[in-house]
């Protein structure tokens, strides 16, 4: 049972225009939400984070939203570039669960130029 | 410029042989997580540790898995014997742990790709 749900395994956006990736979960008791982004042939990397008491955390071009009623979090990429072509995994953690995180399954971004 | 390093970084063996993956964690890290990703399951968390002992390993084929700290500079993993459905790119990440901390960002390996003919 996936807890941390990515229904796009694949999103193609236009190089300048905004690139919206979705995440879904389960677990009402997930507090802490990451994204990670992972090239082709390297591990993933930590992208960006935001915290349950927040709706928004922005670093440059890259946005979280949360929506914890709705049990969903989005990320938005503006303005997309190429360099952002690249495998997304949103990922979510629980209170007291020793740092254990849960991944989705990951959406592959393609910016086309 | 501190990066947690995994060998190998490919595998190729036959079905039964046991195969062996080595991570070294970023010095000063206290937590060391084995991850492994498929086509079907994304990121799955096989084990992890903190301060070098066994948290949870309860993503983990018990019976023919292992992991393992023997010290605090490697990490472990081991299957054997080793079946084709283990192939799959294995990571190891590390991270560290502040007490209070809400989470802590974990930095990962380039990985092991294995592949069990």
């Known amino acids: 049972d996936q807890q941390v749900k990515q229904n796009s395994p694949s999103l193609s956006v236009q190089e300048g225009r905004i690139s919206i990736l979705n995440c879904d979960y389960t677990?009402?008791?997930?507090?802490?939400f990451l994204w990670y982004k992972k090239y082709p042939a390297e591990g993933p990397t930590f992208l960006i984070s935001i915290s349950s008491i927040k709706d928004k955390n922005e670093d440059g071009r890259f946005t979280v939203f949360l929506n914890k009623s709705a049990k969903h979090l989005s990320l938005h990429i503006v303005p997309s570039q190429p360099g952002d072509s690249a495998v997304y995994f949103c990922a979510a953690s629980a209170p007291g669960r020793d740092d254990k995180i849960i991944f989705g399954k990951g959406t592959r971004l393609h910016i086309l130029p | 410029d501190a990066r947690v390093t995994q060998t190998p970084r490919d595998k190729v063996t036959e079905m039964g042989q046991e195969v062996t993956m080595r991570c070294q964690p970023i010095l000063g890290h206290n937590t060391v997580f084995w991850y492994r990703q498929t086509m079907m399951q994304g990121l799955e968390l096989l084990a992890y540790?903190?301060?070098?002992?066994?948290?949870?390993d309860s993503g983990m084929p018990k019976d023919r898995f292992s992991a393992e700290m023997p010290d605090a500079t490697l990490a472990t993993l081991k299957i054997q014997p080793s079946e084709p459905r283990d192939s799959a790119v294995y990571f190891c990440a590390s991270g560290l742990v502040l007490a209070g901390a809400v989470s802590s960002e974990q930095f990962f390996g380039p990985g092991t790709r294995l592949t069990v003919l």
């Open positions: 540790f903190r301060n070098r002992a066994p948290l949870d």
């Open positions: 677990n009402s008791m997930f507090d802490y």
